[in-house]
């Protein structure tokens, strides 16, 4: 059973480009969240997502940053127009259905963004 | 709002030691408790949580932790640290609808052969 599926890992864009992260959830999983990590320090939350809808965006920065999670297909993390600060690993996590108060999320193994 | 806290940014122990991590939370009502470890250059696995119940936890690879709410606190416990368990390690708290974790800032645990 494959884990959380996140490309690419290694992702490298100059100033002002756009940068897209895909993230598959495990099998069998429909909620999808995304967590980023700057240097040194821990992870915090963006976005929760399940198919088709956003549940809590409430850590989303407002502008060039957006998420989705379309009926067919991996969730899609979108940073338009990067800048430096924007450099950071960003994690995605999935969860079951089933608990969905109480059910564990479990870790992709990122995909790292350097912004030249 | 939630927090987590975990004092200790840097400990280094040798190897065979016990070892202790140190997570202190913030949270209204019953928190969902979880460390997770951090390989470098890799994703989070989880060691263990805590919902309810037997306030003693016992996760993976020989780790465990106790919840204490008197002290906002769930630390984390190994008896005898291996070479291999030097990483950094994280405690989170989930919120009650279980759609936000929020992370402490990390231990990076270094071992000493």
């Known amino acids: 059973n494959a884990g959380v599926m996140q490309n690419p890992r290694h992702l490298v864009r100059r100033r002002g480009q756009e940068a897209r992260l895909r993230c598959s959830p495990m099998?069998?999983?429909?909620?999808v969240y995304w967590y980023r990590q700057l240097p040194e320090e821990g992870l915090k939350f963006m976005v929760y997502?399940?198919?088709?809808?956003?549940?809590?965006e409430s850590g989303m920065p407002k502008e060039r940053f957006s998420a989705e999670f379309p009926k067919e297909g991996p969730s899609i993390l979108r940073i338009q127009q990067v800048v430096r600060g924007d450099s950071a690993a960003y994690f995605c996590a999935s969860s079951s259905p089933l608990a969905a108060f109480t059910d564990t999320q479990y870790f992709g193994p990122g995909t790292r963004l350097t912004v030249l | 709002a939630q927090s987590v806290t975990q004092p200790d940014i840097h400990i280094t122990v040798s190897e065979g030691a016990s070892l202790e991590l140190r997570c202190n939370y913030s949270?209204?009502?019953?928190?969902?408790l979880f460390w997770y470890v951090q390989s470098p250059g890799q994703g989070l696995q989880l060691l263990l949580k805590?919902?309810?119940?037997?306030?003693l936890v016992q996760g993976i690879k020989g780790f465990e932790a106790e919840f204490k709410r008197s002290q906002s606190s769930f630390n984390l416990r190994k008896p005898s640290v291996h070479w291999s368990d030097a990483a950094e390690y994280f405690c989170a708290v989930g919120n009650n609808a279980g759609n936000m974790l929020t992370f402490g800032g990390g231990t990076r645990l270094m071992v000493k052969p």
């Open positions: 997502l399940q198919k088709e809808n956003i549940i809590d």
């Open positions: 949270y209204g009502a019953t928190p969902y």
């Open positions: 805590y919902f309810s119940g037997d306030t």
């Open positions: 099998k069998g999983h429909s909620h």
